[in-house]
C-alpha cells in the first residue's frame, strides 16, 4: 500500500501526467484527427462536384403547337405544358409520393400515378392517393424567339399563367 | 482391390507434400479427426465436434447451409455474369439483353443467378424464423443473432442493389421509389440520396455506384461478417440443440 502511494503522483499536482499517458493521448488524439479528416475527404469524394445530367432548363416549342385546353406531357423532361382557357402553365409529372413519371388520363381530365395510385388534377391539386403534396408549378416564360421555356428546378408558389 | 487404394490413400497422406499441406497425417483416430479440422483454415471456423441431434435434418432444417449455397451460386454466376456486363447507360440494358439471346448459356446463368437471389433472400428469412422460434437466438448465441440481422440486411441490400443493373424500366422505378424512400430520412435525406445516387436523378453515375455495391462492396462485407457468423457458432458451443433438460434426456 505504501509503495503503491509512493508510485502515484503527488496529490497537489493533478495535472502531472506520465511520459506513457502522455505519448498515448497524443497518439489517440492523432488517430481522431485522422479519422475525422478521412471521413471529410470521402464525403467529398463521394460528392460529385459535376454533374453531366440534362439542364433543369426546358425548350417546350411555340405556344401554337399545343391545342386549346390542351394537357401534354413530355416524358423525356417530366414536365406537363398545359393549355388553359387564358393562358399556359408547366406542372412537374414526377409524383411527390416517391418519384414515378405520372400520366394524363385525356377520358377522365386527370393526371394519374401508376406506381401507387395517387391522382392530381389538371392544376396538379390533389386529388386522392399517398402523395403528399400538390405536383408543383414549375416557372415558365416566353424565350425572345416566342418559345415557352420551363425551369424545372423553379417551383412557383404563386400560381401564374403564360399569356401569349 | 480395396485394400489397395486405401494402401494409396494412405500413402498419399503420408507423403512429404501432403504433410506439409495437412498435417494430421493418416489414421482416424478422435486426434487425428480433430487435428485435421484444427489446422485447416477454413474448416477451424467450425466446430471440431458436433453433437449428433445438431447435424439432424430436423434441427436446422439446413436452412443456413442452403444460403451460404445461394450465396456461393451467386458469387460464381455474378462473377461469370460481369465478364458480359458494362455497368454504363444504355449498355447495360443491350447486355443484359445479350446475355438472355446471345451468349451462350447466357440465359441459364442469368436465370440461375436471379432464381438464387429469391431464394436466398427466402432462405434468410425461413432461417431466421427457425432461430426465433426455436429460441436458438438466446444467451449465450446472442451476439450471432445480431451479426444475422446485418448479414439479413446486407442480403436485402444486394438484392435492392442488383435489382437496377438491367437498366430496365423495372429497374429503373424500382430504384427511383426506392432512392425517394431514403430521401424521407429526417434532415439528411436529399444528401443520402445524392450520394447513394451520385447525383440529382437515377442516371449512368447511380448505375456505375450501384454495380460497385453490388459487385464488389456488399459481398466482401458478406462473407466478412458470413465468417464470423460461422465462427460464433463454434464459439457459442454448436448448433443449439434444444435446451438442456432434453439434451439431457438423450445422453
Known amino acids: ?164 | 482391390m480395396a485394400n489397395t487404394a486405401d494402401q494409396l490413400v494412405d500413402q498419399v497422406r503420408e507423403s512429404r507434400i501432403w504433410r506439409s499441406i495437412f498435417r494430421s497425417g493418416k489414421g482416424d483416430s478422435n486426434l487425428h479427426k480433430s487435428l485435421f479440422v484444427q489446422q485447416n483454415v477454413f474448416l477451424h471456423l467450425f466446430s471440431i465436434k458436433a453433437r449428433k441431434r445438431t447435424v439432424e435434418f430436423s434441427a436446422t432444417w439446413y436452412l443456413g447451409a442452403m444460403t451460404l449455397g445461394t450465396f456461393m451460386i451467386l458469387v460464381i454466376t455474378g462473377v461469370l455474369l460481369m465478364l458480359y456486363y458494362h455497368p454504363s447507360a444504355p449498355q447495360a440494358y443491350a447486355d443484359m439483353k445479350d446475355l438472355q439471346y446471345v451468349v451462350s448459356s447466357g440465359v441459364f446463368l442469368r436465370n440461375l443467378h436471379r432464381w438464387s437471389a429469391h431464394a436466398m433472400v427466402f432462405l434468410v428469412f425461413a432461417h431466421m424464423f427457425k432461430v426465433f422460434y426455436r429460441g436458438a437466438y438466446r444467451a449465450p448465441r446472442e451476439f450471432n443473432w445480431v451479426i444475422g440481422v446485418v448479414l439479413l440486411l446486407v442480403t436485402l441490400l444486394l438484392s435492392y442493389t442488383g435489382y437496377l443493373l438491367p437498366w430496365d424500366q423495372l429497374a429503373y422505378w424500382a430504384v427511383t421509389v426506392g432512392s425517394n424512400i431514403a430521401s424521407a430520412v429526417p434532415l439528411m435525406g436529399a444528401k443520402i440520396r445524392f450520394l447513394m445516387l451520385g447525383g440529382t436523378a437515377v442516371n449512368a453515375n447511380a448505375l456505375l455506384r450501384f454495380y460497385v455495391l453490388h459487385c464488389v462492396i456488399l459481398p466482401l462485407t458478406a462473407l466478412l461478417f458470413i465468417t464470423v457468423h460461422f465462427w460464433r457458432v463454434r464459439k457459442d458451443g454448436g448448433i443449439y440443440a434444444g435446451d438442456h433438460s432434453s439434451e439431457r434426456s438423450e445422453r
Open chain 1, 1 to 164: 500500500m505504501s509503495e503503491d502511494a509512493k508510485l502515484k503522483p503527488a496529490p497537489d499536482s493533478p495535472e502531472e501526467m506520465s511520459r506513457r499517458q502522455f505519448f498515448v493521448k497524443v497518439g489517440a488524439g492523432s488517430i481522431a484527427l485522422a479519422a475525422l479528416g478521412t471521413a471529410a475527404f470521402s464525403y467529398e469524394y463521394l460528392s460529385p462536384n459535376v454533374l453531366y445530367e440534362p439542364s433543369p432548363v426546358v425548350d417546350a416549342g411555340k405556344p401554337d403547337h399545343y391545342a386549346p385546353d390542351s394537357v401534354t406531357l413530355d416524358p423525356q423532361t417530366a414536365i406537363y405544358v398545359v393549355r388553359a382557357s387564358d393562358g399556359f402553365f408547366a406542372l412537374s409529372a414526377i409524383c411527390t409520393h416517391l418519384g414515378c413519371l405520372t400520366a394524363y388520363k385525356s377520358d377522365l381530365g386527370i393526371i394519374a400515378c401508376p406506381c401507387h395510385g395517387s391522382k392530381f388534377n389538371k392544376d396538379g391539386v390533389k386529388i386522392e392517393g399517398p402523395a403528399p403534396r400538390p405536383l408543383p408549378w414549375l416557372r415558365m416564360w416566353l424565350s425572345d424567339e416566342g418559345n415557352l421555356m420551363v425551369d424545372r428546378s423553379q417551383a412557383i408558389a404563386i400560381k401564374q399563367l403564360v399569356r401569349v
